[in-house]
């Protein structure tokens, strides 16, 4: 076992239920607790080989509400995506509503968009949205965001480029 992984294992051994313990008393669901729980080590596993272990954390509760903390923000937003979603489905009539295998690719496609639309900046989710969902043209958006058209060329394909990263797990 490397060095970064044996100072991960005894991260875990010593703080693994307490982390529980503070998901839980945010989330009310002992299951989602243990699932965050768990993914906030998952995560420090993937980080370990660059960071070369979590040896010199001088306050590794701290450390460890900073990654579950980002962690929760993104489980509460797909879970407001997932009912807003569900919300908008229930206007629908009946013989429109989708099965439920339709619902889930749905629901991950909604996460897969928000996903992408967080990891972007301001100008570049503008520009893609104008793109996307107004339809306009690459000289209409460098007027709305008063930029060049060669700059809102550089904007969707810095998002083009960011959802492909996303799509192929080219980001940790």
């Not at 009310?28 to 420090?44: C, K, N």
């Not at 690719?105 to 972007?120: P, R, S, Y």
């Amino acid at each position: 076992m490397s060095a970064a992984h044996h100072s991960l294992h005894s991260l875990y051994s010593e703080h693994h239920g307490w982390l529980q313990a503070w998901l839980r008393r945010r989330l009310g669901s002992r299951h989602d607790a243990d699932d965050l729980a768990q993914d906030t080590f998952v995560r420090l596993l993937l980080r370990a080989p660059q960071a070369a272990g979590v040896d010199g954390l001088r306050e590794p509760p701290a450390y460890l509400t900073t990654v579950a903390r980002g962690l929760l923000i993104d489980f509460w937003r797909r879970g407001d995506l997932e009912r807003a979603y569900l919300a908008d489905l229930a206007l629908q009539p009946e013989a429109l509503q989708p099965s439920p295998e339709e619902r889930l690719a749905a629901v991950q496609m909604l996460q897969a968009v928000d996903a992408l639309l967080q990891g972007l900046t301001s100008k570049t989710r503008a520009a893609w949205l104008m793109s996307r969902l107004d339809g306009c043209t690459h000289a209409e958006i460098a007027a709305q965001l008063n930029v060049s058209v060669p700059r809102v060329r550089q904007l969707l394909a810095n998002a083009a480029r960011h959802a492909y990263q996303l799509r192929f797990g080219a980001l940790t």
